[in-house]
């Protein structure tokens, strides 16, 4: 059965500081990957999402997350943090070939500190 | 503006009452979906729909039921609520297909006393 995995529930960063998020996914196939973010009290936004091709995707609010094979992992990055960036991050998969269901991770909350 | 709603936002009710949670969206989405929250746990889907008059259980097993009258509105409903369906209950549309992103209402947080 595909599951996905976000090890770290929590984190800190310093504002201006870089992040790393991880997340790894298990898979028979490359299936559709995706990061959602939501902040308290609201709904998930996308923040990107990967299918093919470049393994490096770039989404909104200055978010990359990066593919690899290998690794079974799409990690999420950020240069530099910034305080609105406070929220939780969901880790997302869906098959290929499937109806679009996704499978969540469960989730990792970050923290900014000033 | 093309937006998914959900209300009531919040509800606390007593156990044994039977309650809806409305979900609506204006962006003509065939695919929506309901998906239940825990604090610190991943969104387990309980139930979606690929259009109207369609409506399939998702992987968490859930003693709601839904309803889909009308492509605009998917309505989830609990016969008789209990503490154990306290929750955060998470509605979201999208374009069919694996590849499309999920558009997702604020959430009802629901508490059974």
């Known amino acids: 059965a595909q599951s996905v995995t976000q090890p770290d529930i929590h984190i800190t960063v310093s504002e201006g500081a870089s992040l790393e998020l991880r997340c790894n996914y298990s898979?028979?196939?490359?299936?559709?990957l995706f990061w959602y973010v939501q902040s308290p009290g609201q709904g998930l936004q996308l923040l990107l999402k990967?299918?093919?091709?470049?393994?490096l995707v770039q989404g909104i609010k200055g978010f990359e997350a990066e593919f690899k094979r290998s690794q079974s992992s799409f990690n999420l990055r950020k240069p530099s943090v910034h305080w609105s960036d406070a929220a939780e991050y969901f880790c997302?998969?869906?098959?290929?070939?499937?109806?679009?269901?996704?499978?969540f991770g469960k989730g990792t909350k970050l923290s900014v500190k000033p | 503006e093309a937006d998914i709603y959900q209300t009531p936002r919040y509800l606390v009710i007593g156990t044994g009452k039977k309650i809806t949670l409305e979900c609506s969206q204006t962006?003509?989405?065939?695919?929506m979906y309901w998906y239940q929250q825990d604090p610190g746990m991943e969104l387990h889907l309980i139930h979606y729909?690929?259009?109207?008059?369609?409506?399939e259980k998702g992987d968490l097993s859930s003693e709601s039921t839904v309803s889909r009258i009308r492509t605009e509105h998917f309505p989830l409903t609990l016969e008789s609520a209990r503490p154990s369906h306290t929750s955060q209950y998470l509605c979201?549309?999208?374009?069919?297909?694996?590849?499309?992103?999920?558009?997702f209402g604020p959430g009802t947080r629901l508490t059974v006393l």
């Open positions: 962006m003509g989405h065939d695919k």
């Open positions: 729909s690929y259009g109207v008059n369609s409506t």
């Open positions: 979201a549309s999208s374009e069919g297909g694996p590849y499309n992103e999920q558009f």
């Open positions: 997302a998969v869906a098959a290929r070939g499937s109806q679009g269901n996704l499978i």
């Open positions: 990967y299918f093919s091709g470049d393994t």
């Open positions: 898979y028979g196939a490359t299936p559709y």
